[in-house]
């Protein structure tokens, strides 16, 4: 039949992409699904089954470059239960007992229970106790060599830890790289340039089919035995469980989360428990396998093709799968913070429909090169929002299009903005954007802000969802028996806020700067901004180079607090505050009244041989100066220390007069008199 053709050709093609290139073009749910449909068509009428069906063998031809070995034992998958839902290991010991033809009442079976590891299949040759050879599975009858690169592998001993060992033991198992290994070494390569990998089980299977060990031994791979293959020269124990025993007893890595449990339900239960905690695991698991614990038993069970009768792996819901994105719109955070999102063709995976899915950044968007109407890859795993790890490049429509992050904040209509060293875009809205109102005004009633005591988290929830108050100026309208009927507001503390509101009115230029929650303004440089300009309308008008000159305020803040000002919503609030009554007092800028550099505005750049950057500050703030954070034409002069960068580079091109720790000393402390 045509179909089952079409289905062996494709499969075919995919196997070459996962084995033997390591770069899968489909995701591992649509990869069973035709695997899936291919069995079902072979099982209806299997006339159609070819000995090259890959229903028939187990993984890709091996790799020319490497030696072919012969498995002395065939390497074997194991069937998958189609059930992903803890039902499955019910059925599973339902299987086991009718084929052990156990009547209802006979006691529970016993198995080992274990996890199934995300990496590829090892089978490790030991003879006379020394590792000789390690080949791949290959299709399960021939494998590769890869002897020089799993010797790399420091988890793997060379020799067995015991006096007299078996004459032959092939241990099998599987080599993977855990998460902590595969996150730091995308970080090499993102800090290099380099194209960064897809997941740990790829990355692993990669690594131990490199042709240069030396290329296998940069990264980091582990192993965990779970089987064996052939045995000779030693007497097997009873229990497959005191195999792996043996196994850890030899110096095999034996993964301890191995059960031994008797019975369906245990078995459901450590589907679960396994389920719970596999996020805080260090490595990849991708499900669970059963394995019938006697060998004995497991030789009766024997094998159906490919396949023993005696285990199962029982796999979580898939946590990949592949959609398509229909649209990239944006999401604004509490902070402001603009999150791209992809809206999905929904989508089940990781056990729930996803129809939204996190692109976190516009840097992200771009260097996964996602475009509206591609075919993406969907990841939910555990509790974790879903995301969209990357993107199906051969099915990218001719009209797919790119992304472009909105200049204008979908909420309030405000400017977004990119600080040049962030990877956020942020609207600039802060007191007016319905997205970050409740934060605003939660920042603005704090008590090192406007100190409004009484209005707490859940009543500027109250006052937000009810629609009272949109920006911090409408505080100053509230009555009190307007707040007198909201939730859980007695009279007398709907007075007592309004009274604390009331209060507030009279504050000082600092809090009331600081209270109006410009980004990276803190109390500090609130303090300083006040102290500087003495005034707020100064403030308000004031130039980047005139915000340069406030004591530790750099480009990066000056830019901040210009857009923010520049921002007519922010004004329109800032008029309505001073409007309801909102009151500081003001006066002439605070500065240095003498010292021998009145007047003169320096800035530190690089590390400078003696003195601490607080140490230079005091030192110049005490002789009068001003110790400004950026280089501005109004700077006077610049103080360069060791690896001094941009700054200094910015004082030369302006003309600047730069001075080392010793020149900058000899002008704070003129020598008195010179020694006669
Ligand atoms: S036992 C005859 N145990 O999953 C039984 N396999 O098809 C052979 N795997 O090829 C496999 N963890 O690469 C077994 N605890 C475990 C496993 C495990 C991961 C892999 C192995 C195997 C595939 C299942």
Redesign the pocket.
Known sequence: MARAAELREKIAGHNHDYYVLDRPTISDAEYDALFRELSSLEAEYPSLVTPDSPTQR?GGAPQSEFAPVHHAVR????R?ETDTTPAGAVEFDARIRRDLGLAPDAPPVQYMA????????INLRYEQGRLTIAAT?GDGEVGEDVTRNILTIRAIPHTLKTKRPPEILDV?G?VYMTRADFAALNARQRDAGLRLYINPRNTAAGAVRQLDPAMTAARPLTF?A??IGEVRGFDLPPTHGELLDTLARFGLPVDDHRRVVRGADALVAFYEHVTAIRDELPFDIDGV?Y?VDSLALQRELGFVTRE?RW?V?HKFPAEEQATRLLDIAVQVGRTGAITPIARLDPVFVGGVTVTNATLHNEDEVRRKDVRIGDTVVVRRAGDVIPEVVRVLVDRRPSDAREFVMPTRCPECGSAVLRLPDEAIARCTGGLVCPAQRKQALRHFASRHAMDIEGLGEKLIDQLVDTGRVKTPADLYALRAGELAELERMADKSAQNVVAAIDQSRQTTLARFIYALGIRHVGEATARDLAAHFGALDPILTASEEALLEVRDVGPVLAESIRDFLAEPHNRGVIGALRKAGVRFPEGPPQRAANGPLIGKTFVLTGTLPKLSRDEAKALLEAAGATVAGGVSKKTDYVVAGADAGGKLAKAQSLGIAILDEAQMRALVEPPASSPS
């Open positions: 187990v390497m074997l998958s194991i998958t274990e996890l199934k590891f995300d990496g590829l299949a599975r099998r599987e965990f779970y089987g396998v394995k023993p285990a792996a």
